[in-house]
């Protein structure tokens, strides 16, 4: 019976569908909602609260998003994808754009045909070790057991570095981070290796988080950022635009505090003025409103505050900005210019 | 002649029997300390049980139920003194997130919607389950049940249950035109067809009116004429336990009736019908259960039209039901063997047809004899609800997860794994006292 309700229903969906058949960036106006493909669960990066309010840095990126589009940070729907489902939710169009920690890699863009808008977070392959055992350096590690989880390209980069430098290894196969921490804090291995901003989170809810080092090696290069579906550039440029929004706002000094204040005349910056739309046209080219950036930054604020806020030196995961500070303080967070 | 005499010529009262035979001294000498082998391993057995015990309890009793985050609970575990990896459980989580656990993302102000689903879905199976307490003019209600259980579930307007049952009324009519004028087959044939073009075509034009290109969000139809409904819920709110039961109930409800007829599909002697029930089973319990909800999640989604909305959950409840329904065809079938041959030989000298046959003598009998495994296949399928945290539903186990990714909470593990097994093993243990309580019920002697 529940079959024939949801046939019933279909037909009509398919029909309505069949008529919209638009651009993302038009669906999303027509739906009043931004699907927004986001981790089951990642510490910092996504997680329901006890209201079921989705909070996080790649969350963040959803909700600047969905202000720049919809006016609104709250019109997302937030759709839990695992490792395995993300894609294909993506490329089925059940979700607009996928912002759930995804490694921009050669055959993700190019192969499984999406297109990576830029890097919200770069991050790297860390090591974790109690610090009785007294090592300083990952090539100490010859003989060591490593809890590793199966499947990922953590996995395989873990082989590389051990072949490369020549020293032996044995693999502890662990499916999640929970399992990985019980393991490690066990003792059923003396290394654990995963992304560096997961090694941090894992050791800030450590009883002792001081008797657990990082080792200075990072072995990969993991840059991760939101991504669309290939072929339809409009809807790209939209997500990618919005990206650089929230990274030029911290370099010229916008937070969500002063923002509101900066576009309500237009200042002595020209770069300003035409990011918060006091001056030129960049939000029509868009297919956006003027205040579009105004609505992103209102959102959350600019990239260092999501920072700070989500995964930063004063919450529990305490990451220091690093590779993620702005190009002018020495880091890889660039934007192109918005003239 | 004396009266001395050497026999005792009254009774003696009756004596209690010894200390160290009856009560608990007794009981324990039989059962616990009735050898030096038995004695050793009462011995070896309670110092077990008390290590486990010792050890779980002063785990599990721990003042943290009104912490905010783990950070919180070690210190209150620090001020009372107890220290280390294991030094007491964090019942804060649980506290924070059981309604969660619960509900899942389902607006809370609509949480009286589940609540009167799941207390009505009581009263529906009241009459199936023990019929003979309960008044069989209740079978109306569960009949009606199927059609508002999905619409206090996910709201939205009356007029599509509404739809569905007018399909059925449908095709109950042309049933009778046409079983008057060209036999029950063909009659069969028409209500069916009649029945599904209904639900596929028409009733989506008279609920939501002919849909409009340049609006599509535009109500037509019913909808239009007379809004009557209830505030609509989008599956992705759905979760935790309301999910799982909701996938277990709608697929143990329907595998049932869909094994039966899969089963005698397989004995059939009409060559199409049981190649096609044979294939049918053989195939599906050849591939794993995660295989088919990988299918259904992902592969439907790139076959469909874009933009297609085919909603995940009933994408899950019918690759559920599909699988169970082909295990419970062949535990019915093991019913069916069990049947002497005279049982189908009596039916038939009684002169009653296939089916009457099947309804008065055979499946009473096979199903009676199959209750256990039956029972055993709903279990193994509420359990196996679980298994769609892999495709990205946020079921109990799924929210474990989220709820670990919450800074407050990362690295709890054992507290939420205890909650949800405590859950599930509630619901299970019904299930399976349930059905000691029906072959009691239904055991006819013949043993």
Known sequence: ?339 | MSDLSFVRTEMLPEKEPPASTVGAIGWARENLFSGWFNSILTVVSLTVIYYVLSTLLTWAISPTWSATSLGECRDILAEVGREGHYAGACWGVIRDRWIQLLFGFYPSELYWRPILAFILLGVALAPVLFSDKVTPKLLWFSAVFPFLFPWLLWGGTIWAPLAVIAGFVIGWFVYKAVDASAGSLAGIIAAVVAAVVWWMFLSGYVVNGVPNPDDPNAVGGLNALLPIGIEAVESRNFGGFMLSITIGVVAIACSLPLGIVLALGRQSDLLIVKALCVGFIEFIRGVPLITLLFVASTLLNIFMPPGTNFDIILRVIIMATLFASAYMAEVIRGGLAALPKGQYEGADSLGLNYWQAQRLIIMPQALKISIPGIVSTFIGLFKDTTLVSIIGLLDPLGLSNSIRADAAWNGIVWEIYGFIALMFFVFCFAMSRYSMYLERKLHTGHR
């Open chain 1, 1 to 339: 019976m529940k079959k024939t309700v949801f046939l019933g229903a279909l037909t009509v969906a398919g029909l309505a569908a069949g008529a919209a058949a638009a651009g993302t960036l038009d669906d999303v106006k027509a739906r009043g909602k931004l699907n927004c493909g986001v981790s089951t669960g990642l510490v910092g990066f996504a997680a329901p609260d006890a209201n079921g309010e989705w909070n996080g840095f790649d969350v963040s990126v959803c909700r600047a998003v969905a202000a720049a589009v919809l006016g609104d940070p709250a019109a997302v729907e937030f759709v839990p994808t695992t490792g395995k489902t993300r894609f294909t939710a993506l490329a089925s169009g059940e979700v607009d754009m996928l912002a759930r920690n995804t490694t921009w890699t050669f055959s993700r863009d190019v192969d499984l045909k999406f297109t990576f808008v830029g890097v919200n977070y770069y991050d790297g392959q860390g090591f974790m070790v109690p610090k009785e055992l007294g090592v300083s350096s990952a090539k100490e590690l010859d003989g060591s057991t490593v809890c590793i989880q199966t499947g990922t390209t953590t996995e395989l980069n873990l082989a590389d570095f051990f072949r490369s430098n020549n020293i032996s290894y044995e693999p502890v196969p662990i499916e999640t981070n929970a399992e990985a921490q019980q393991q490690y804090l066990a003792g059923a291995c003396d290394v654990y290796t995963t992304d560096a901003s997961g090694l941090a989170a894992t050791r800030a809810t450590f009883e002792n988080p001081a008797d657990h080092v990082v080792l200075p090696e990072i072995i990969s290069k993991e840059p991760l950022g939101p991504l669309v579906r290939h072929g339809d550039d409009e809807w790209g440029d939209v997500v990618r635009w919005t990206l650089n929004a929230l990274i030029t706002a911290e370099e010229l000094g916008i937070t969500s505090a002063n923002v509101k204040e900066m576009a309500s005349a237009a200042g002595n910056n020209p770069e300003i003025n035409r990011l918060l739309g006091t001056e030129g046209n960049l939000g029509e080219m868009l297919g956006l409103s003027a205040d579009w950036a105004v609505a992103a930054l209102s959102s959350g604020g600019n990239y260092g505050e999501i920072f700070e806020k989500n995964i930063g030196e004063n919450t529990p995961i305490g990451l220091s900005r690093g590779l993620n500070a702005q190009w002018t303080e020495g880091g890889l967070i660039y934007s192109p210019p918005f003239r």
